[in-house]
C-alpha cells in the first residue's frame, strides 16, 4: 500500500496544528481529579494511560485518514469541519453565557452569606 506524503503545509492548510497550552488545562484538571482520588500507583498510571489514549484518539483520526485516503478525505473532513463550526456558533455562545451566569451566582452568594456556591 502506498502513502501519500503529507507536507508540514498540508498539515496547517488542514488546521491539524494546534497550541500546545490548549491541551494543558484538561490535562491538569484530570490528574488534579487522579490526585484527588487517591488511587493506588497503579490505578492512577492506568487511569491516565485511558484518558491519554481517550483524549490523543480523535487527533490522531484526520492525520491517519489524510495519510491514507490524500484528497479524498478532504470533501469529508470539509463537511465534518462545517459541522462541528456550526454547533460551535450555537453552543459556545450559551456555555459562556450559562458559565457567566454560574460564577456571578457563585460571587453574589460569596458576598451575601461568606460562602460561593462552588466549594472546591
Not at 68 to 92: F, Q, V, Y
Amino acid at each position: 500500500m502506498n502513502f501519500p506524503k503529507i507536507s508540514v503545509e498540508q498539515l496547517n492548510i488542514l488546521q491539524l496544528k494546534t497550541p500546545s497550552h490548549d491541551f494543558a488545562l484538561p490535562y491538569f484538571a484530570v490528574v488534579d481529579q487522579i490526585l484527588k482520588a487517591e488511587l493506588s500507583t497503579a490505578q492512577s498510571l492506568t487511569t491516565l494511560l485511558i484518558y491519554n489514549i481517550g483524549y490523543a484518539l480523535p487527533f490522531t483520526v484526520v492525520p491517519v485518514m489524510v495519510a491514507i485516503s490524500g484528497e479524498r478525505a478532504k470533501p469529508l473532513l470539509g463537511k465534518i469541519n462545517g459541522c462541528l463550526t456550526k454547533a460551535a456558533d450555537i453552543a459556545m455562545p450559551w456555555m459562556f453565557g450559562l458559565l457567566g451566569l454560574a460564577l456571578l451566582a457563585d460571587s453574589i452568594a460569596y458576598f451575601w452569606r461568606g460562602e460561593g456556591l462552588l466549594q472546591f
